[in-house]
T-cell receptor
């Protein structure tokens, strides 16, 4: 069974631009969560989607948004990029919402110049 | 609020045993999970303690004590490939968010 995939793997943007990241969960998994990982802040929860509905949202500004499609694939969008948004963005899937075993993708490394 | 504290770094030699602690301040949670992340890689699930006590999975064991607000991951017979970062995590009731600890970087030396 294929693992969680994320595209693109690397991205360079400039301040003020927007970006869309994509995540395809493991087949059959209906829950997708997004995390931001930085050296200083560690793994920070962004949001969780289940059956196309946002279940939870972390403490991030409204510039960070996401959605989930009927095939469980998910996208997250960051608008008006700031230098501090440079991070590794990880997506994780689980069978159902609230799962304790999450399967992570390789992440998208975003660099904002 | 909720916070999970871990030592920032632990070092050990091959074949040794190492314990990575996780102390938490949260009003309640469903259980304690552990994840491993190699440099440049994705976190991978190691274990989950729903109840107090010890859970053993091969060379790795995880322990939880809710009364002491404390848990740990025990790695035995250390191998070079165990060099990685280790994160504890809890899912918080009501919000149902998965909160990760600060992470511990383990370096195993020959």
């Amino acid at each position: 069974k294929a693992g969680v995939t994320q595209t693109p793997r690397y991205l360079i943007k400039t301040r003020g631009q927007q970006v869309t990241l994509s995540c395809s969960p493991i087949s059959g998994h209906r829950s997708v969560s997004w995390y931001q990982q930085t050296p200083g802040q560690g793994l920070q929860f962004l949001f969780e989607y289940f059956s196309e509905t946002q279940r939870n949202k972390g403490n991030f500004p409204g510039r960070f948004s996401g959605r989930q499609f009927s095939n469980s694939r998910s996208e997250m969008n960051v608008s008006t990029l700031e230098l501090g948004d440079s991070a590794l963005y990880l997506c994780a899937s689980s069978l159902a919402g609230g799962g304790n075993e999450q399967f992570f993708g390789p992440g998208t490394r975003l660099t904002v110049l | 609020g909720q916070s999970l504290e871990q030592p920032s770094e632990v070092t050990a030699v091959e074949g040794a045993i190492v314990q990575i602690n996780c102390t938490y301040q949260t009003s309640g949670f469903y259980g304690l999970s552990w994840y491993q992340q190699h440099d440049g890689g994705a976190p991978t699930f190691l274990s989950y303690n729903a109840l107090d006590g010890l859970e053993e999975t091969g060379r790795f064991s995880s322990f939880l004590s809710r009364s002491d607000s404390y848990g740990y991951l025990l790695l035995q017979e250390l191998q070079m490939k165990d060099s990685a970062s280790y994160f504890c995590a809890v899912r918080v009731p009501n919000t149902d968010k998965l909160i990760f600890g600060t992470g511990t970087r383990l370096q195993v030396f020959p």
